[in-house]
């Protein structure tokens, strides 16, 4: 952070007091979006507010009356009181997607306490004064029945939307959804390791008022996550729409390089091909031309004394494993020029076979690979949703008869 920046934002505790609100309530106004923020200069910094932003605020003509009851939060009980229901009714309402929380906490019994805004349930018994007299339809009893509760759902859709709202780049928009899968679930999706590495960096933190201790803090990160079937579903293919919206900004960089260890840098490969680096230079025998034509491959014959021992090589499972001596073949990068290669020019990949070539047998294609060396070939779009591999498990074939005595 630079000194123009200090001189021009405030820390979230200082804005808290100018705005006369506590540090919950403070928190509220940010994730509502009543308080906008500015990310500083640090990676990973916390976010400030400007001055103009606490001038605007304060010159409302009903500040700071007005602020506090937009962050007004309240519970079961008490919200229950501003509707003129008894709590169970409002509980049973609360369940079936009516009002949605704003936040959650666990008491000394590890039972979810939620909270609601008092605005949005004044709101709630405006617009639908049916429900709060009377039997309720038929519908949400057999919802009811069905032990259906949508508040922790409703939770994460606002919490992801506030994510979502602040972050600045793709990857952290994808690192957000992300956040509320299985990391199962994540990597079935994003098939590449530096791509969840990088993810996992972009992480963001936790939501305030997470318990420290492990068997609460369980309960909480299973909340954090979605849990219902079709609500899976819909994160997956959100994020798969995302991690195609990051690639086209930039490929997410392998670790170790500049940029990688920063959040919000989308990475440091370039876009393009690029050059896989050549393989040390195969053995010539003695007397070969110096032309080298690359439509057919040199064949190097194996020293008589340095035969390898056999070896098992293992086919896949349920396959029988074969003794073999041969070595497999080997790519190799034979020069073509003695002199540097043009701009532009791609490394040429040839196998390099043990023995001479089969009959009839054509040369090798030509390997050029879009993306850094080391990095897996992604699935398609439709296979990340797959929960097996196509080419998983042991092969299928005719069951063996069975003899009866």
């Given at each position: 952070?630079?000194v ?70 309240v ?22 997607g ?9 008491n ?13 349930v ?28 949508l ?13 979502l ?9 994808a690192a957000?959804?992300?956040s ?15 791509e ?18 492990t068997a ?5 990160e ?19 729409m ?11 960089p ?34 070969a031309?110096?032309?080298?034509s ?13 035969a ?16 073999t ?11 073509l ?34 993306r850094p ?33």
């Amino acid at each position: 952070m630079t000194v123009d920046e200090g001189a021009r934002t405030v820390t979230p505790g200082r804005a808290a007091q100018e705005l006369e609100l506590r540090r919950e309530e403070f928190r509220l106004a940010v994730q509502l979006g009543l308080v906008r923020t500015v990310p500083t200069g640090e990676a990973g910094g916390t976010r400030r507010i400007e001055r103009r932003e606490l001038d605007r605020l304060r010159a409302a003509p009903d500040f700071p009356t007005n602020l506090r009851e937009r962050v007004r939060a309240v519970g079961t009980a008490e919200a229950a009181a501003l509707l003129e229901i008894a709590p169970d009714r409002f509980t049973r309402l609360a369940r079936t997607g009516h009002v949605s929380p704003v936040r959650f906490s666990l008491n000394r019994y590890r039972a979810v306490v939620w909270t609601y805004l008092a605005e949005e349930v004044a709101d709630f018994g405006l617009a639908c004064p049916a429900l709060l007299t009377g039997r309720l339809p038929l519908d949400l009893r057999e919802r009811l029945a069905a032990h259906e509760d949508l508040r922790p759902r409703n939770w994460r859709a606002r919490r992801l939307a506030v994510l979502l709202r602040t972050a600045d780049e793709p990857w952290a928009r994808a690192a957000a959804i992300a956040s509320q899968l299985d990391p199962v679930q994540v990597a079935e999706v994003v098939d590449d390791p530096y791509e969840r590495a990088h993810l996992d960096r972009l992480r963001p933190p936790p939501p305030p008022g997470m318990p420290g201790a492990t068997a609460a803090r369980e309960i909480a990160e299973r909340l954090t996550r979605a849990d219902d079937p079709d609500e899976i579903l819909w994160q997956r293919l959100s994020l798969a729409m995302a991690l195609d919206e990051a690639r086209a900004e930039g490929p997410a960089p392998y670790p170790g390089e500049a940029g990688a260890a920063v959040p919000g840098v989308a990475g440091a490969w370039p876009r393009g091909r690029v050059l896989v680096p050549p393989p040390p230079p195969p053995r010539v025998p003695t007397g070969a031309p110096e032309s080298f034509s690359p439509s057919r491959a040199p064949v190097v014959p194996a020293p008589a004394g340095d035969a390898a021992p056999p070896v098992r090589v293992r086919a896949g499972r349920g396959a029988p494993q074969v003794p073999t001596s041969v070595p497999a073949q080997v790519p190799v990068s034979v020069p073509l020029q003695a002199g540097p290669p043009a701009s532009g020019a791609v490394p040429v990949s040839v196998p390099l076979q043990a023995g001479p070539p089969a009959s009839g047998a054509s040369a090798s294609p030509v390997t050029v690979t879009d993306r850094p060396p080391a990095r897996p070939g992604r699935t398609g779009f439709l296979d990340r949703f797959r929960r097996g591999r196509p080419d998983a498990g042991r092969p299928r074939g005719r069951r063996r008869p069975v003899s009866w005595p």
